[in-house]
Every structure is written in structure tokens, then in C-alpha cells.
């Protein structure tokens, strides 16, 4: 009887029903990455968009993400499309960053960059268990206390978009370009050192980065060595 029910299926009831179950399959994987992306912005956290795996490369489409800033706003990356970005990596613990934002060196090179139009996004991957984790509104007074002049300051503290972009120091400069290709990712200037006082001779990649962007020109150093603290990812 079973062989006979089989047989008597037709081509269209097969080819009906091959269809309704890919339809089927596609709402459930909508409706699960729906889901997901508002699980992760309830909670505070990151949500990359796409599924890139590897770390881009200087030149190659930056990935898109949602996060959620320390006054718990949304941002997504392509919102932001038709202007320059800069992606910060920050933990406030790290002597490498108190260097810049303590000299003023870090807050001076944001506002150069937002009086220009930039989108500066500075975000923090530190997690939740390491001594120097700074809740939201902890990091969001500390950004103030040091005249911090980011566009937003993004809670990453499950490292998805730190571990995507392949961040690796505090802090790990990246560029992203109108279009939204990556056009530089390295260290924040030349000299890789916790002293304050080697700003002054050190060339700010990151203005000269921008600045031969704005004036039509290639960047001359698109890819360099970041330096600092290692970044405390989750495990």
C-alpha cells in the first residue's frame, strides 16, 4: 500500500510541495535572524549584519553592524552611508588610551574629524568580567570627564564587532569611506608608546589619513601597525 501511495504522487504534487517547503524554510530563517537582532539590541549588545567571517582588508567592503551606545541609542553602520566613519577601539583602563585622551591628543582628533562631517564611533569590545569593564554610564561619564568628542561610544562587550573587524589593541584605528570600503585600519600615529609626551613628534595617521582623503588624494599609509593594550575579549 505505501509503495502504491508513493507511486501515485504526480510531478506537480512533488514540485508543489519541494516549493512550499523552501518558502517555508525561508520565513523560519527571516523570522530567526529578526528575532536575533532584536534579542542582541534588548540587551545592549552588537549584531553583525551579514556573514563575513574574516577581518576585512584595506580596500574590501566594510561589514556591516547594530550596536547600542552608552545611552542606549541604536546605530547601524550603513545608516551611516555617504560619509566617512571611524571606528575607535577604546577601554578606558589601558594606559595607551589615557595617553591620547588625557593629553587631549584622542578628543583633538575627533572633533577635527566630526567638523568635517565624520561619523566618529568610538567602541569598547572589554568584557564584562575583566577588572577594567566599565558599564555604560561609567564609560559615558569617563568619555566626558576627558572632553571626548565622538559621535557615539558603542557597547561591544560580547566582541562580535571587535572580533570581525579584527581589532586587536586599545587603541585600533579603521576608516571607512563614503561608499563603505575600508580605506585605512592601524595605529592612531607613528610612535608606539605610552608616553604623552611623543605625540608632538609623531605623525597623526588618522588626520592625515582624512585629510588626504577630503583633498582627493590616495592615502599614502593605509595600513598600519596598531599598538596598545591587547583588547579582553570574551572567551
Known amino acids: 500500500m505505501e509503495l502504491k501511495l508513493a507511486m ?12 512550499a517547503a523552501r518558502h517555508a524554510r ?8 529578526r528575532a536575533v537582532v532584536a534579542a542582541a539590541v534588548a540587551l545592549g549588545g552588537a549584531f553583525l549584519m551579514g556573514n563575513a567571517f574574516a577581518a576585512p582588508a584595506v580596500g574590501q567592503k ?48 575627533q572633533k577635527a574629524a566630526t567638523d568635517k562631517g565624520v561619523v566618529w564611533l568610538a567602541i ?7 577588572s577594567d569593564y566599565l558599564k555604560a ?21 560580547d566582541g562580535v564587532i571587535g572580533q570581525v573587524y579584527g581589532a586587536r589593541t586599545t587603541p585600533h584605528i579603521f576608516i571607512i569611506d563614503p561608499k563603505g570600503v575600508l580605506v585605512y585600519a592601524g595605529g592612531i600615529d607613528s610612535i608606539a608608546s605610552a608616553r604623552a609626551d611623543d605625540i608632538k613628534t609623531a605623525t597623526n595617521y588618522v588626520n592625515q589619513a582624512l585629510g ?4 582627493g588624494k590616495p592615502i599614502s599609509a593605509a595600513t598600519t601597525r596598531p599598538y596598545g593594550c591587547s583588547i579582553k575579549y570574551k572567551a
Not at 525561508?26 to 535572524?33: E, P, V
Not at 569598547?124 to 575583566?130: G, Y
Not at 569617563?142 to 557597547?155: C, E, F, G, I, R
Open 8 to 19: 501515485s504522487l504526480s510531478p506537480i504534487s512533488d514540485s508543489r510541495s519541494l516549493r
Open 26 to 33: 525561508a520565513a523560519l530563517s527571516r523570522a530567526s535572524r
Open 62 to 109: 566594510a561589514p556591516d553592524f547594530v550596536a547600542v551606545d552608552t545611552t542606549g541609542a541604536k546605530h547601524k553602520l550603513s545608516d551611516f552611508a555617504g560619509k566617512f566613519v571611524v571606528l575607535e577601539w577604546t577601554n578606558p583602563g589601558c594606559p595607551f588610551v589615557r595617553k591620547h585622551y588625557g593629553s587631549g591628543n584622542m578628543p583633538a582628533t
Open 124 to 130: 569598547n569590545s572589554t568584557e564584562r568580567a575583566a
Open 137 to 157: 554610564d561609567a564609560l559615558d561619564a569617563w568619555m566626558k570627564s576627558q572632553s571626548a568628542a565622538p559621535t557615539a561610544v558603542l557597547m561591544d562587550e
Open 212 to 215: 588626504e582623503a577630503f583633498g
